[in-house]
């Protein structure tokens, strides 16, 4: 029982990072790294109840909270789905998690 608590209070996780969602935010990552990605649901189209999106912004950004917003950004795209938007998200935190991104 204590895990499935635990996991509760964690929240989603995807490939090993944490997913955050306010309104039509989405944060991927923690802000205790160098870098977290943002992305933002621009469309969606109703799908039979839901909303799907069909069209996500993607932003890798650093987390340093003195540099100005803009500043933080250092890889934009736009993406025609939320699954899209996660594949790209998921490689680019990773690459630059992993010291590959400049």
């Known amino acids: 029982m ?15 990072h944490p997913l955050r969602r306010v309104d039509n935010l989405i944060y991927y990552g923690t802000m205790a790294e160098k870098y977290i990605i943002m992305m933002q649901v621009l469309d969606t189209k109703k799908e039979l109840d839901l909303d799907v999106a069909t069209k996500v912004s993607v932003q ?5 909270p003195s540099l100005k917003s803009r500043d933080r950004v250092l890889k934009k795209s736009e ?5 899209a938007a996660m594949d790209v998200a998921a490689i ?7 010291g590959k991104e400049k």
């Open 2 to 16: 204590p895990e499935s608590k635990s996991a509760k209070a964690e929240g989603l996780i995807y490939k090993g």
């Open 60 to 64: 890798l950004q650093l987390t340093d």
């Open 79 to 83: 993406k025609d789905s939320l699954y």
């Open 92 to 98: 680019w935190l990773d690459r630059a998690l992993s």
